[in-house]
């Protein structure tokens, strides 16, 4: 069949609109990642674009000698893995638990937890009740506070309605409980919406640093995150020129600058989360989907 003049118009259109949105998501990332594998000093010439004219990696060199950035790596992975673990599965279960519509109070919990969308009761009341708790200063301060979100509780509880009854009838009539229903057969079903709100809580877990200044102390708790920030702010007000300095002096390496130093531990703290979505991309779209259509 002969297209119309006025369909190739649209393709074009849409083409080069779709185009420019790609060069305008990517141009950044691709600007840093050749900034941080320039020479510094070449990099202050200007004119770099997306490819780096002095390749060196000594950037990302100074970088993993910062002793507080390996620790502060492996807090961020743990509490990205295990968070979103956590919260995936309790959501889950809460999720899975107020489809009942038999539920003793059903109509009053659903209620609560949509509060919580709305109502928030501050940062002092949060530190306090972080303190009386005694998660205040520790690990569980990064697990505990994010385990349930009434928004992927939504999510979840839209999705899990919508296999049918006759499949988990038939579950229990051959003996199952609510135990088994849950693990082998709303679960295994439940797949994209898993997925999406997986990724969702990852990475939230691996961007958050705020908990890490208001409610930890201990310099073993420091996330990758928010060594970042401190780098980037100390670099801001000049401090980190000079302990790059020092420490440069100290070990004889070539001269870096706190531009290209940030760019590199940008780079650092983006890839490890890009990486993860090709693994769960053809979940993804079906997942979004899912919690949108669905009323």
Partial sequence: MKQRWQDTAFDIVNTAVLTMLMIA????FLYVLAFSLNDAVDSMRGGLTIWPRKFTLANY??????????????????????????????TAMLAYSLCKKELFGYKFFNSFFIMTMFIYGGLIPTFILFKTIHIYNSFWVYIIPGLIS????????????????????????????DIYVFF?????????IIAT????????????????????VDGKLQTLQYVLMKILNQTEAGAMINQMKASL?????????????????????????LCVYPFIQKYFVKGMLLGSVKG
Avoid at 25 to 28: D, L
Avoid at 63 to 89: E, H, K, N, P, W
Avoid at 197 to 216: C, E, K, M, Y
């Fill in 25 to 28: 998501t990517i141009y950044p």
């Fill in 61 to 90: 060199g100074v970088i993993f000698r910062y002793d507080a950035l390996v620790d502060a790596s492996i807090m961020s992975v743990l509490r990205t893995v295990i968070g979103t673990v956590a919260s995936v599965l309790c």
């Fill in 150 to 177: 009434a928004f992927n509780m939504i999510l979840l509880r839209t999705n899990f309605k919508s296999i049918p009854d006759s499949l988990i009838e038939s579950a229990y009539m051959d003996g199952a409980n």
């Fill in 184 to 192: 082998r057969i709303v679960l295994p079903l439940s797949t994209p």
């Fill in 197 to 216: 709100i997986g990724l969702f809580v990852a990475v939230g877990q691996w961007n958050s640093w705020q908990d890490t200044l208001f409610f930890t």
């Fill in 249 to 273: 002096a100290r070990r004889g390496m070539v001269k870096v600058t706190p531009e290209a130093v940030k760019m590199a531990i940008t780079m650092i703290a983006t890839v490890p989360i």
